[in-house]
């Protein structure tokens, strides 16, 4: 599952744990808005920030969108 925040992936007994972090997300952010005891994955990955053609692809998306 992919958030704003970082992305949660299935634990080995099915339970989604957080597996990355986006840019400027915190584990603490993560955890408080989560509805349950969030358990984070060792080591924790980080999310590379969007690179500059796939930040004006999404933007001519959503433009198109908002048309």
């Known amino acids: 599952m992919i958030t704003d925040l970082?992305?949660?992936?299935?634990?080995?007994?099915?339970?989604?744990e957080l597996a990355a972090l986006c840019p400027g997300a915190t584990v603490e952010q993560a955890r408080e808005r989560t509805g349950w005891p969030l358990r984070v994955r060792e080591p924790l990955a980080a999310i590379e920030p969007p690179r500059a053609l796939e930040l004006e692809t999404l933007r001519a998306l959503r433009a198109g969108r908002d048309a």
Do not use: N, S
């Open 6 to 16: 970082g992305v949660l992936r299935p634990g080995a007994d099915g339970e989604l």
